[in-house]
């Protein structure tokens, strides 16, 4: 059983140039979160996204955007890259129903701005 | 809003040493609390979670926690460190129903030979 699957795994971008992460969630689930990790800090709440839609939305600028297929599987981009979006960027899923909030982690995507 | 509080940003222990990390919410209804692992350039591993029910909840690789509504803690406890339990781990908390995970700031675990 395939789990929560991220793409790349690492890249490097320019200050204003725009990039584009890609998750594939859990088998069996439905609902796609990501999350910003800085260096050394926690993870932050980015969004999140169920049947195609963004239900939820942290703290962060328009820059950030999603998208969610009929998959289920998931987009993060963010537009006018600053050097203060260097991260790891994780994708979390969950399954149908409400759960107990457990979500399973990919690895993350790691962006360099430069 | 609720926020998680963890103390002391890096912990270190010797083999065999108890291993105490700890975490302190703020919640104005009761949450569900989480513990994650992170090992360096890996994502996060559930360790172990509390929702309802019993207060003291064990997980993975020998480690427990105990939510202590009084004392609005959920200190992360393993009676005996191994080596392979150097990580990063984080304590999390969700309001039910919410839709995100708050994070702490994390704690760097460190285990001497």
């Known amino acids: 059983d395939a789990g929560v699957t991220q793409s790349p795994t690492h890249l490097i971008k320019t200050r204003g140039q725009q990039v584009t992460l890609r998750c594939s969630p859990k088998s069996g689930h439905d609902t796609v979160s990501w999350y910003q990790q800085a260096l050394g800090q926690g993870p932050q709440f980015i969004f999140q996204?169920?049947?195609?839609?963004?239900?939820q939305r942290g703290n962060f600028p328009d820059r950030f955007s999603g998208h969610q297929f009929p998959n289920y599987s998931s987009e993060l981009n963010v537009n006018a890259l600053l050097l203060g979006d260097s991260a790891l960027y994780l994708c979390?899923?969950?399954?149908?129903?409400?759960?107990?909030?457990?979500?399973?982690f990919g690895e993350g995507s790691r962006l360099t701005v430069l | 809003a609720q926020s998680v509080t963890q103390l002391g940003s890096h912990v270190s222990v010797s083999e065999g040493a108890l291993v105490l990390l700890r975490c302190n919410y703020s919640?104005?209804?009761?949450?569900?609390l989480f513990w994650y692992v992170q090992y360096p350039n890996q994502g996060l591993q559930l360790l172990l979670k509390?929702?309802?029910?019993?207060?003291l909840v064990k997980g993975i690789n020998g480690f427990e926690a105990e939510f202590k509504k009084s004392e609005t803690s959920f200190h992360l406890t393993k009676p005996s460190a191994h080596m392979s339990d150097a990580a990063e781990y984080f304590c999390?908390?969700?309001?039910?129903?919410?839709?995100?995970?708050?994070f702490g700031q994390g704690t760097r675990l460190t285990i001497n030979p």
């Open positions: 996204y169920y049947e195609e839609e963004e239900r």
């Open positions: 999390a908390v969700v309001i039910q129903g919410a839709q995100k995970l708050v």
């Open positions: 509390y929702t309802t029910g019993a207060t």
């Open positions: 979390a899923s969950r399954g149908p129903g409400p759960g107990t909030g457990e979500l399973f």
């Open positions: 919640s104005s209804v009761p949450p569900y």
